[in-house]
């Protein structure tokens, strides 16, 4: 997580092919039974350190799920043909204008 949460900029706009790992890596962790069973779960455990687990794995994969949003964005501009874009620090990504 430390290592996700130093480089979220960076590895969706930078370094692609490690984000990629990184987010399968983190994919294959999430299909364990055991972080499986403890991510259905509503509210923390009782136990403190299930409590931590539980709060990594909260914090995990809503920060994939915005790396992804910004790998996507960009490869989505490349795509376009936007030769260096950029993201902008904030709640939400720039828009994209359609093409058609």
């Known amino acids: 997580m430390a290592f996700l ?5 960076q590895l969706p706009y930078f370094y692609p092919d490690l ?3 990184c987010s399968h890596l ?7 039974p055991y972080f499986k069973k403890l991510l259905a779960k509503e509210s923390p455990p ?3 350190f299930r409590r931590r687990v539980w709060q990594l ?4 994969v809503e920060l994939m ?9 960009i490869t989505g501009e ?4 936007t030769p260096f874009p950029m993201i902008i620090s904030g709640p939400s990504l720039p828009a994209s204008p359609k093409s058609g």
């Open 5 to 9: 949460e130093e480089n979220q900029h």
């Open 19 to 21: 984000f990629r790992k």
């Open 26 to 32: 983190f994919d294959q962790i999430l299909l364990y």
């Open 46 to 48: 009782a136990t403190s």
């Open 57 to 60: 794995l909260m914090q995990g």
């Open 65 to 73: 799920a915005e790396m992804k949003q910004q790998h996507d964005w």
């Open 78 to 81: 490349v795509h376009r043909g």
